[in-house]
């Protein structure tokens, strides 16, 4: 029996620079996931360096950074202390439906500064026109608690920072200290319900 004739080992003489390529190209690909590898290290490494340059321990990784606190609705300036800016009491029928009441309220608005109080003045009219809608439109029950004179106190503040042109707060965050404008608070210095 005759055995086939194996081809002669030509095509790899022919052929000697592709295998040097392949070679070439692996070495290189191996060369890139190497300095990747070390790149990846030195991030991990430097990442768990904490800001003075010691490394972190493994408690204070672990443990959980208390919440900043919350903002103040507004900061008070010592050195300038604030203004206050009186209005005349007010007297309104409060909303019927839990008998015919009245509300006698006297308010002072405390503002930045005194030059925004004078400025107020100007627009005292509009304000006392807003003030008494908003203290008519409201029934007995909803302003004789605490929280209902607090949320009414608010809902002033609003109103005067937007007839000065400021805009509402966004809805869900009634809060005069949100609109940023000239009026920090509403302050009630007589509230009679009768």
Do not use: C, W
């Not at 002033?156 to 609109?179: A, D, K």
């Amino acid at each position: 029996m005759a055995k086939a004739p194996t081809p002669p080992p030509a095509d790899k003489a022919a052929n000697p620079g592709k295998g040097k390529k392949v070679l070439l190209i692996v070495l290189i690909i191996l060369l890139v996931l190497v300095l990747v590898a070390v790149g990846l290290v030195g991030f991990l490494l430097l990442k768990k360096t904490s800001s003075n340059g010691e490394p972190e321990s493994a408690t204070t990784s672990a443990e959980v950074q208390p919440p900043p606190p919350p903002p103040a609705p507004y900061a008070v300036d010592l050195s300038k202390p604030p203004a206050f800016f009186a209005l005349d009491p007010f007297i309104v029928n409060l909303a019927s439906g839990e008998g015919e009441r009245y509300l006698q309220a006297v308010l002072a608005l405390r503002v930045a500064d005194t030059k925004t109080a004078d400025g107020l003045k100007a627009f005292t009219p509009e304000i006392r026109h807003r003030i008494n809608l908003l203290l008519a439109s409201k029934l007995p029950s909803e302003i004789s608690t605490l929280e209902g004179r607090e949320a009414l106190a608010n809902q002033i503040g609003v109103e005067i920072n937007t007839v000065l042109g400021y805009p509402p707060p966004p809805e869900g965050t009634r809060l005069i200290s949100s609109t940023g404008g000239p009026v920090q608070a509403v302050l009630f210095n007589s509230f009679i319900i009768q």
